[in-house]
């Protein structure tokens, strides 16, 4: 008896209460923060989006501008990383078990981790969640445009080899509206799509707009030059708009892991100073 009480003196609680062989990873509390952060995620962006909807105005010189939006729409998305990734980061330093046995540092490393992995988990959730919605939007806009649609679809991409087989030298003007805008944009996309525009479209696109609006020669020919251009610019306005876009997701969705990791930890110090009853 004696050496019963003399084992349990010199090893009190220590030997009963130590986890060492548990899991360094609760994945019950980074899932519930993790869901935690994507229901806050698509709280926050919504709210975001409906108040961009309500700054907006289709009348000039009403509402805000487009650089404007721009700016008040990174500056949200760095809100919405900052407040949903701190949030579950927070609970799931909250919700994880106590470490008994465990170094203070190795406990830190592990908060930290565990943050880090809400975030990526919850960085999937709401992937996968717009990913569904933008495929249910297509496949509802399919559904709408009819049974045909697949077959328009298929046969858009070769209207401009279609088209290049009956051509004239001289294009009617008694012409149907829509089927020389449509001829015109087929060219213009084709033309964007390659390095430049080729002297046979060049031509022919001359002559067409020189036969539709009475213009001469040149400055049909000088218009087809400015609209080529001028449309070029555009995607070129636009691929920069969404790399600039992209680079700042990027850098809100850094800002993301770092608050959801720290957050972690500020959690896990709260849950270490709970006492055990």
Same mark, same amino acid.
């Given at each position: 008896?004696?050496?019963?009480?003399?084992?349990? @003196?010199?090893?009190?609680? +220590?030997?009963?209460?130590?986890?060492?062989?548990?899991?360094?990873?609760?994945?019950?509390?980074?899932s519930?923060?993790?869901?935690?952060?994507?229901a806050? *995620?698509?709280?926050?962006?919504?709210?975001?989006?409906?108040?961009?909807?309500?700054?907006? *105005?289709?009348? &000039?010189?009403?509402?805000?501008? &487009?650089t404007?939006?721009?700016?008040?729409?990174?500056?949200?998305?760095?809100? %919405?990383?900052? $407040?949903a990734?701190?949030?579950?980061?927070?609970?799931?330093?909250?919700?994880?078990?106590?470490?008994?046995?465990?170094?203070?540092?190795?406990?830190?490393?592990r908060? %930290?981790?565990?943050?880090?992995?809400?975030?990526?988990?919850?960085?999937?959730?709401s992937?996968?969640?717009?990913?569904?919605?933008?495929?249910?939007?297509? %496949?509802?806009?399919?559904? +709408?445009?009819?049974?045909?649609?697949g077959?328009?679809?298929?046969? #858009?991409? !070769?209207?401009?080899?279609?088209?290049?087989?009956? /051509?004239?030298?001289?294009?009617?003007? @008694?012409?149907?509206?829509?089927?020389?805008?449509a001829?015109?944009? #087929?060219?213009?996309?084709?033309?964007?799509?390659?390095?430049?525009?080729?002297?046979? !479209?060049?031509?022919?696109?001359?002559?067409?707009?020189?036969?539709?609006?009475?213009? +001469?020669?040149?400055?049909?020919?000088? /218009?087809?030059? !400015?609209?080529?251009?001028?449309? /070029?610019?555009?995607? !070129?306005?636009?691929?920069?708009?969404?790399?600039?876009?992209?680079?700042?997701?990027?850098?809100?969705?850094? $800002?993301?892991?770092?608050?959801?990791?720290?957050?972690? %930890?500020?959690?896990? /110090?709260?849950?270490?100073?709970?006492?055990?009853?």
């Amino acid at each position: 008896m004696a050496s019963v009480a003399y084992s349990t @003196d010199h090893f009190p609680e +220590t030997s009963v209460r130590s986890n060492e062989h548990s899991h360094g990873v609760i994945w019950s509390a980074i899932s519930a923060g993790a869901f935690a952060t994507a229901a806050l *995620s698509l709280i926050l962006l919504a709210l975001g989006a409906g108040m961009g909807l309500s700054a907006i *105005s289709p009348w &000039s010189g009403a509402g805000l501008s &487009s650089t404007g939006v721009g700016m008040a729409a990174i500056i949200w998305l760095v809100v %919405t990383q900052v $407040i949903a990734s701190a949030v579950g980061g927070y609970l799931v330093g909250r919700l994880r078990v106590k470490w008994v046995a465990v170094h203070t540092h190795e406990v830190f490393f592990r908060d %930290t981790a565990h943050g880090f992995l809400v975030w990526a988990v919850g960085l999937v959730i709401s992937a996968v969640f717009f990913a569904a919605l933008a495929a249910a939007m297509a %496949t509802g806009a399919a559904r +709408t445009a009819g049974g045909s649609s697949g077959e328009t679809a298929a046969t #858009a991409g !070769d209207s401009y080899f279609v088209d290049s087989l009956f /051509r004239t030298e001289h294009p009617a003007t @008694d012409q149907n509206e829509l089927a020389v805008r449509a001829e015109a944009s #087929a060219i213009l996309v084709h033309s964007i799509r390659e390095s430049e525009l080729s002297s046979q !479209d060049r031509t022919y696109l001359t002559q067409l707009v020189a036969a539709r609006t009475g213009l +001469t020669q040149p400055d049909a020919e000088q /218009r087809v030059n !400015d609209t080529v251009a001028a449309a /070029r610019q555009a995607v !070129d306005g636009a691929r920069k708009a969404v790399a600039h876009m992209l680079y700042w997701l990027f850098v809100a969705l850094l $800002i993301g892991a770092f608050c959801a990791s720290f957050a972690a %930890t500020i959690g896990g /110090r709260e849950r270490d100073r709970v006492p055990a009853i």
